[in-house]
């Protein structure tokens, strides 16, 4: 099956060749560690998960480089406010972000470098800049030098973005900023001269650290040589960080630097891109104290990755309505499939179909609102199934589908945990979202169920009917069993909406 790509260097849909047959090599740019990451970050962190579990279900052999900036202004900034070093902080920061991607089922990369372990390697890579006459050096505000790319010097800049080298002058631009020390104000820096107390490394051009840009075209240069397949990150990064990353790349070695370069769409508030410098980002932390992280997950794989998505309560309630039902179907089948045994027999056509749509979906550009959507008429065939759980043909489409659904998890990062468990861990977060312990709206709840509880015992069942009707106001949906009545918030009807 062919893998297409729409490479935005290109701008184009394309057929996936990797440059060694039976093997693909992926750059994602990673974060910098100096807070919590917000769902603009989980979104594209989820969307490379799936294109290397898509790959490597493809039959390849991936190699993940994802990189930590563990030294920037911000986290200089961030680490002098709180008054603790550079490294307390982005060791804390990482921590924290470990645990935001592993609640999201993020496989991790092979590969996770850190900007400060390869200090070699980014000097070195600066040197063959300047050899190559592509770079220069200008006095440093407290000593040493600073060295800035020469972007007239390289006629191809612009190549990703489309930008012109008119677009660069001084003041075209808010990405532009004005130096009289740059030859052009479109050049960018390469390594920084120290400023006092601030972290630095000794280097040909004195003490200093290195520009934003130049670290990952030296970490993806060692880790996955100076030509590599394929170049991810947030649409925000094609200017300037990936368009100064091709040219400083290229300069210093005169070969192509990535083949595919794949960008995804902004997480939006309003039509607004979500990012901390306009304040209107949510935390990942922040979502998952109100939503299951399966929730959060479907929820980014709703949209295609070019696409923007619109960050709002409805949208997470919506996945959170949808992600319960199908959790429910699939531990009801796992109830049906723990206590029967069930003959192999021919895979249903149903089944089939479903696995090529899943397919054709993720290889055309990683379609994962289409590979959604392909989940839906086998949901629909489990849960008629379920409705006659003692008839053996029923019994065979509920393992199938089953098994089906497995499949799809080790693709999408959805339903890989204990259906049962994980229902209930859905519907006990959205009881403590919409009745929080010691609220009004709780002791309301406790009180009709009791109510209720008392008309039942004294078989006044017209009263108990009344009291279930003034819950389900309230938006409760309350169920007797042999443990006594238990309750649940009305999440509305999933089963037509995958």
């Not at 470098?113 to 070195?124: L, N, S």
């Not at 650290?209 to 925000?236: Q, T, V, Y």
């Not at 630097?257 to 209107?280: C, I, P, Q």
């Not at 249903?348 to 959507?373: C, G, H, Y």
């Amino acid at each position: 099956m062919t893998l297409r790509i729409h490479n935005t260097l290109t701008r184009q849909k394309e057929a996936f060749v990797p440059l060694q047959p039976g093997k693909v090599s992926l750059y994602v740019c990673g974060v910098t560690v100096y807070d919590f990451c917000h769902v603009g970050h989980a979104r594209v962190y989820v969307v490379f998960d799936v294109v290397q579990r898509t790959l490597k279900k493809l039959g390849y052999d991936v190699t993940y480089v994802r990189n930590f900036t563990d030294v920037d202004d911000k986290i200089i900034g961030r680490a002098n406010k709180n008054g603790e070093s550079c490294d307390q902080l982005t060791e804390r920061t990482i921590a924290a972000f470990y645990k935001d991607m592993d609640a999201l089922d993020i496989e991790r990369p092979q590969v996770e470098p850190r900007v400060t372990g390869h200090m070699p390697e980014i000097i070195a890579l600066v040197q063959q800049i300047i050899e190559r006459g592509h770079a220069y050096e200008v006095p440093g505000e407290f000593g040493g030098n600073d060295v800035y790319f020469d972007v007239v010097s390289f006629p191809a800049y612009g190549v990703l973005s489309g930008r012109s080298q008119d677009d660069n002058q001084d003041g075209a631009s808010e990405r532009v900023s004005h130096d009289t020390r740059k030859r052009s104000q479109a050049d960018f820096a390469l390594w920084k001269s120290a400023k006092p107390g601030e972290p630095s490394w000794e280097s040909p051009w004195g003490q200093g650290r290195p520009g934003w840009h130049i670290e990952c075209s030296a970490m993806s240069c060692k880790h996955l040589g100076a030509s590599f397949d394929i170049h991810g990150g947030g649409k925000d990064l094609v200017f300037p960080h990936h368009e100064n990353e091709i040219a400083q790349s290229k300069a210093a070695n005169g070969q192509d630097f990535a083949r595919y370069w794949m960008h995804n769409g902004f997480v939006t508030v309003d039509s607004e891109k979500m990012s901390k410098s306009l304040g209107n980002f949510f935390t990942i932390r922040d979502v998952l104290a109100r939503y299951h992280p399966q929730v959060l997950r479907y929820y980014l794989l709703t949209a295609h990755y070019i696409a923007p998505l619109n960050f709002s309560d409805k949208s997470l309630d919506d996945a959170n309505r949808r992600v319960l039902y199908m959790y429910e179907k699939l531990a009801a089948a796992d109830e049906l499939l723990a206590r029967t045994q069930v003959a192999a027999g021919p895979e249903l056509p149903v089944v089939q179909k479903a696995r090529a749509e899943l397919l054709e979906a993720l290889t055309d550009d990683f379609n994962t609102p289409k590979a959604l959507a392909s989940l839906s008429e086998p949901l629909q065939v489990l849960s008629q199934a379920l409705e006659k759980p003692k008839d053996q043909a029923n019994q065979k489409t509920v393992a199938q589908v089953r098994a089906f659904f497995g499949e799809a998890a080790a693709l999408l990062g959805l339903f890989q945990h204990d259906a049962a468990a994980t229902a209930a861990e859905i519907i006990e977060m959205a009881k403590t979202l919409r009745f929080p312990a010691g609220s009004e709206a709780l002791a309301s709840v406790e009180r009709l169920i009791e109510e209720r509880n008392a008309a039942r015992a004294n078989k006044d069942f017209a009263q108990a009917d009344v009291l279930r009707k003034q819950l389900l106001d309230l938006g409760v949906e309350v169920g007797d069993t042999r443990q006594g009545t238990v309750w649940r918030p009305n999440l509305g009807q999933g089963d037509s909406a995958v």
